[in-house]
């Protein structure tokens, strides 16, 4: 089975302070997305990347950066952490096939407080 | 500008009973739409992926239909049981070839 890992399940951060959140597939796939889970609001898309060192922004990009510098790696990364940021952070691969993205594999999730 | 809809936040049905949830969109040609089951505190699960072209999808008690004339899905659970109950997502491309965008979700309750 595809397994995409999130290096922590909880994370809590200080304002101001620059967060990384890391994302790891196993299985090769091309293309990774970021998202971001908050209540009454759901799954919004943050950063996603179809290609090493390539990155596409989503709906709400700002306050976020990402880098792709491997293919099975995909970093979000969070340039000065505000509270408005605390959520739950979602990252997902998935294959591409006839140009569009299949299937997703997410992982189990960051749950970021920033107090 | 797009927008998804899963016309209920909740829904509460008896076991045995089948399930129907339903998602419409707007401002959309997509060329697929896919479902997926989230429970608590967890990623979302991808379960079932179904073409412009097919009107119908099956995968064991799951069936999914797409009518791109009316734009919309419904996503049925047949003889539910407790143990799907959970929150079920429905999901379409941004645009062509980019990222999925998601519905907020209904959450399914099935009561024993």
């Known amino acids: 089975d595809v397994k995409v890992t999130q290096s922590s399940r909880y994370l809590v951060k200080r304002t101001g302070e620059k967060v990384f959140l890391e994302c790891v597939q196993d299985?090769?796939?091309?293309?990774m997305f970021w998202y971001r889970q908050d209540p009454g609001l759901g799954l919004r898309l943050i950063y996603f990347?179809?290609?090493?060192?390539?990155?596409e922004k989503g709906d709400i990009p700002e306050g976020y950066s990402v880098s792709r510098e491997k293919k099975e790696r995909f970093s979000l990364i969070l340039e000065s952490a505000s509270t408005n940021q605390t959520s739950m952070y979602l990252c997902?691969?998935?294959?591409?096939?006839?140009?569009?993205?299949?299937?997703?594999?997410f992982g189990s999730g960051t749950r970021l407080t920033v107090v | 500008s797009q927008k998804i809809e899963q016309n209920s936040e909740a829904l509460n049905i008896q076991e045995g009973k089948t399930a129907t949830l339903t998602c419409n969109y707007t401002?959309?040609?997509?060329?697929?739409l896919q479902w997926y089951r989230q429970d608590p505190g967890r990623g979302p699960v991808f379960l079932l992926l179904?073409?412009?072209?097919?009107k119908e999808k099956r995968k064991e008690r799951l069936k999914v239909t797409f009518d791109t004339t009316l734009k919309q899905s419904l996503f049925h659970i047949t003889a539910s049981q407790p143990a799907d109950s959970a929150t079920y997502l429905c999901a379409l491309e941004h645009q062509a070839g980019t990222a999925l965008i998601f519905g907020k979700g209904t959450t399914l309750s099935v009561s024993s």
């Open positions: 299985m090769d796939h091309e293309n």
């Open positions: 179904i073409r412009e072209n097919e």
């Open positions: 997902a691969s998935s294959l591409l096939r006839d140009s569009h993205p299949y299937g997703y594999t």
């Open positions: 401002n959309y040609s997509p060329a697929y």
């Open positions: 990347s179809y290609d090493v060192k390539m990155k």
